[in-house]
Structures are given as C-alpha cells and as structure tokens.
C-alpha cells in the first residue's frame, strides 16, 4: 500500500487564518454539535444551550471580567460532553435518578465529568474549562462528585453551572412560572448542593431579567442564546488546523460510539478519503477539507433514534427513511456553522451515486463535488472491510475487485482506480 507520510505534517500547516473562521467559531461548532446528540430525545434537547445561557447571564450579574465570561459560556455549553454519546443523555439519567448517592454509583453518571475532562485537557487551549467540566458535579458541602470538594475549593465555574444545570432539569421536569415556585424546590439544597452566596445571585438575575418564560420557550431560549453567543471571541480555543483536526477526530468518535459496533467507522473513512485526496493531488486545504467532511459525514446519525443503526432485525419503512435522511441531517447541523458550509455541502452528497441513482438528489458524474464522490468510494470500501451487521467482512482482494465492479455505477472510476492503486498489496 502506498503510504504518504507527510500528510501529518501537511494538514499542520494550513493556518486558521486561511480557513476564514468567525469569531465565535468555536461555540457555534460546539453548540451546533452538542445541539444534535442532545436531540436524541425531547427532554434534555436544548440542555446544554440552556445551561449555558443561565451561566452567563449569572456570570454577568457577578460582574466577571470578558475573558472569564468567555469561558464559563464555552464550559457551559460543554459541560456535559463526557455524558452526550452514551446509550441515553446524561440529563435524562439524572432525572431518573435524582438522589446523590444513587448517582456516584451509577457508572455513566459518575464518569461523565471525567470522560469529559479526558476529553478537553488534550487542547492546551482548553485545559481550564477541562478543569471546569471535570468538578461540574462538585456540592458546596462535599457531597457531590467525582473529587468530594467543598465550598472554595470547587472552581468558581463550576459553582455557576451547578446552580444553572439542576434549574435546567428542575424546570423540565415540573411546571413552574414564578421564580418563588423555583425557589420552593432550590431553597432546600442550597447550601448542600449549590454556594449559597452565588444562589442568591442567581435568584435576583431571574428577577430582574424576567428569564422563567423565556428559558420555557424554546424559539426565545434560542434567540437569546445567539445573541451572547454571537459575541463571544473565541474561534482560537482551536488555535491551529491541527487541533481542530484532532477535535473533529474526537468528534468523528463520539458519533461512531453511538452509531456503530466497531467504533471506528468515521475515523477509518477519512484515512481512506484523504489517501485518495493526497494521491489526486488536492492542496493542503481542500485535503483537510475531504478528512473532515469524511470524519463528520454521519454526524446525521446521532439525532433522533439512533438505536436504528445498529439494529440486527428487520427494519421498518419508517426507520429506512430516517436512515436515508440522515445526509441531510448531518448537513443541517454543518451548514448552521459559518466556516463549515463547504463541509456540509460535501457530506449532504456523501450518498449520491456516479450514474445518478444515489441520493439525496439523484445527482450524476461530475455534478456530484469532488469531495463527495471520494467520500462515496472511502465510505463503501470501509464497510466492505469491516464487520458489519448485514455482512461479513471481505477479504481486502475482494473489496477491491467489488469497487471495480461497481467503477461507473455507484463509483467514479477515477476514484476507484487511485484507490485500488493506493490500496492493493503490491
Ligand atoms: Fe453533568
Ligand atoms: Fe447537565
Ligand atoms: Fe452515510
């Protein structure tokens, strides 16, 4: 197999700056992401978004400086990853088991800090809000977990989102409109769960910005939310092409641990995909460009039932429609991120078939992009050799003379050429 050493070293060197990013680039992604494996179910959908605008708006009423204000909302937004891509949301985990001791010893419960701050302390930049995330579930009087910290020594972050975090769930689970109904059930934990100093704080930053019909409707959360996020400055919590490369890795695993059985899909895709974009001789970017539209193309597939996809009995007509949709879902959550538009147009394609029989729109030959087209050969020449649920593996010979069979139909024969080239055992 012909390897390209330098790709590593090449995606390094594409600055940020060329990739045209906003501003608030980095909540945009993250929220835009977690957005999606929160809406997996009704309840906790919105969780996150909600947690992080109560955050910021308490971080506000405490007068905390900008750059502090910035990372309390980018903690916020991700407190909860270490517990998005588990056989249920965290959230709703915790609304089923309410009491604290029932939590420490619930497995997923317990780790999810720590899954996240394994997750976040890879990025130099994010180390501090990795710190955050990791003491999220830290109580004022020691009780909560993982560490057992109390009072000060629990980062003044974390002390914010925990009051933010059960109010979230408080609030889905009963009816409540008046802050003192709030308070009837907050009252009695304060002190044991929540910093009483801050709590105050928050209960007058409900007041005075009216926000307990707000955080109840869905569109007005929304708005709100993109107001504060639109001033956030941020994009450089991924400093370099290479960490946002490794970030979209994370990512790309994420989706596979709840999407696949092997768990690896996506990752193995995009080493094929970009084999193919080094050996076609794109640039640097457009390179970069195919790894991540290959690491994100089922990102789709993590929104609604995605039980669906690892099923081994028969599917219904309604879960082969969700199946077939689920292109479209990974762009709508793509094409919501300014920066990310030519990706999602990429991954929207990652079905179309070179003789036009493919989906989503039937597009044939050179109409499908490029990209798409490489993604279309990486993705099946994965599944052929991976153990799948409808198919044993084939041997490598035997994937490869499938492509060519296949050459014209579903496949550009460019593209299958390069890759039996860059694939066959010499
Ligand atoms: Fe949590
Ligand atoms: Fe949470
Ligand atoms: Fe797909």
Redesign the pocket.
């Known amino acids: 197999m012909t390897r390209h050493p330098s790709a590593r070293a090449r995606l390094t060197l594409v600055s940020l700056h060329d990739l045209n990013l906003p501003a608030s680039f980095a909540s945009d992604f993250v929220t835009e992401l977690i957005g999606a494996f929160e809406r997996e179910g009704a309840q906790q959908a919105g969780h996150s978004v909600r947690v992080a605008l109560l955050s910021h708006y308490l971080g506000l009423e405490m007068q905390l400086p900008p750059e502090t204000l910035k990372e309390l909302f980018f903690s916020a937004i991700l407190h909860d990853i270490g517990g998005i891509a588990t056989d249920s949301h965290i959230s709703r985990k915790l609304t089923e088991i309410p009491d604290i001791f029932g939590q420490k010893t619930d497995f997923q419960i317990f780790s999810h800090p720590a899954r996240g701050y394994a997750i976040l302390n890879r990025f130099p930049t994010l180390r501090k809000i990795a710190e955050v995330v990791y003491t999220h579930h830290e109580f004022y009087d020691g009780s909560g977990f993982p560490q057992g910290l109390k009072e000060d020594d629990i980062p003044l972050l974390s002390r914010i989102i925990r009051i933010a975090d059960t109010t979230d769930i408080i609030l889905r689970l009963h009816d409540i409109r008046e802050t003192s109904e709030l308070n009837g059930f907050l009252n009695i934990i304060s002190g044991e769960e929540f910093d009483p100093a801050i709590y105050e704080r928050f209960l007058s930053m409900l007041e005075t910005r009216a926000l307990l019909p707000v955080l109840v409707d869905d569109r007005a959360v929304l708005q709100q939310f993109r107001e504060v996020r639109a001033q956030m400055k941020d994009q450089y919590y991924f400093a370099a092409s290479d960490s946002l490369n490794r970030f979209f890795e994370t990512v790309a695993a994420l989706i596979d641990n709840v999407t696949t059985l092997d768990k690896q899909h996506s990752q193995r895709v995009a080493e094929f995909a970009e084999q193919v974009a080094l050996a076609l001789t794109l640039d640097q970017n457009q390179i970069l460009q195919v790894r991540w539209a290959a690491l994100l193309?089922?990102l789709g597939?993590v929104v609604g039932n995605r039980k669906i996809y690892t099923k081994s009995e028969k599917l219904s007509d309604i879960e082969w429609r969700a199946i077939r949709n689920?292109?479209e879902k990974s762009y709508e959550i793509l094409n919501a991120v300014s920066g990310m538009q030519e990706i999602a147009f990429y991954v929207l394609h990652?079905?179309e078939n070179y003789d036009g029989s493919g989906y989503p729109e039937g597009l044939a030959g050179d109409k499908i992009p490029l990209a798409a087209r490489i993604l279309r050969v990486a993705?099946a020449f994965e599944a052929m050799t991976s153990e799948r649920i409808y198919h044993r593996k084939r041997d490598w010979q035997m994937a490869l003379r499938e492509l060519h069979e296949n050459s014209g139909k579903q496949f550009d024969p460019k593209i299958v050429d390069i890759t039996v080239q860059a694939y066959q055992i010499k």
Do not use: E, G, I, L
């Open positions: 193309h089922d597939k689920h292109p990652h079905h993705d």
